[in-house]
């Protein structure tokens, strides 16, 4: 089959690791047998460097007419640094969320055995933890008008609006990747003290009787913040709003000790982003030693996901299992000899 697919590099180290997802995809279509059609183009501080906009109207039409996404890292310090900045590299990303349509952001929170000993957390509290983290990524706080300043700047405002179809939507993805996992749903909210999140308590409930095998439950935020890293193990499936998934993801994320390898999906109505859920690393620019295994294993999120290819997207999984238990692996996680971020890609591709 032909499939095409838009990439996105981004800045940092964006450009080297999606060259690496690249190499192994090619090696996946010549084993199995199908030709990957990939056109770059621009996004991030790249962008406005380049074309005066993060997400440029020409990448975004490049989006809507490809089968998937898959997209590097967005982010620049010298615009981390401006906070007068009128354009921001991170608008890029929003307008990329907004624009395609993408509505749920989806972090698969797994361990790696050979390397549990750099979770922050001990061995047996963390060992086989799995769950995914399903983060609404178009509403919220994030989006919700008015926003701004009061005209003497001492006051400002954002608004956390959702509406009830937004909430249903990202709830029935959660549902659904329950009936496929565990089914152990827990809705994250602060419905004792928010309006949007008694919507999401609301909606919850009332979608709960017609999915009588999965298991509901409800947790403020606050609280699933401190269970994370007391039980990470009793989580299955975890859905919750923009704001409060940015920030539990991350908390998941880094209990695994492999922040380097892991992948994440965001859903889109129009088509979907595949991208490492770690930032562009800008120190490691270039210099051939970042972990591209993050955006090889977001490959294989869009070989399953977006064109539904398991069999491809598991052949890659398990050239990444064996690569880290052989110690084939970047600097960041190294025991002893360090290999660079373009030999992890060819160990990848030639080892499926
Ligand atoms: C993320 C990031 C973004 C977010 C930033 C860069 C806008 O933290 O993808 O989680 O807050 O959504
Ligand atoms: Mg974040």
Known sequence: MDYK?????GDGIGPEIIEQAIKVLNAVG???????QFTEALVGATAIDRAGDPFPEETFQLCMDSDAVLFGAIGDPKYDNDP???VRPEQGLLAMRKK???????????????L???????RDLVEDADFVV???LTGGIYFGEPRGRSEDLTTAYDTCVYTKPEVERILKL????AAKRDKRLTVVDKANILATSRLWRETAQEMTPAHPDIEVDYMFVDNAAMQIIQWPKKFDVMVTENMFGDILSDEASVITGSLGLLPSASVGIHTSVFEPIHGSYPQAAGKDIANPVGTVLSAAMLLELALNLTDEAQAIRDAVDKSVTEGIVTEDIAE???YKTSEVGDWLSGNL
């Open 5 to 9: 697919i838009a990439v996105l590099p």
């Open 30 to 36: 010549k084993k199995f047998n199908h030709n990957f």
């Open 84 to 86: 007068k900045a009128k």
């Open 100 to 114: 395609l349509g993408l509505y749920a952001n989806i972090r698969p929170v797994t361990t790696f055995k050979s």
């Open 116 to 122: 549990i000993h750099k979770s922050p957390l001990r």
């Open 134 to 136: 399903i983060r609404e």
């Open 174 to 177: 959660g549902f659904e990747y």
């Open 336 to 338: 002893d000899k360090a």
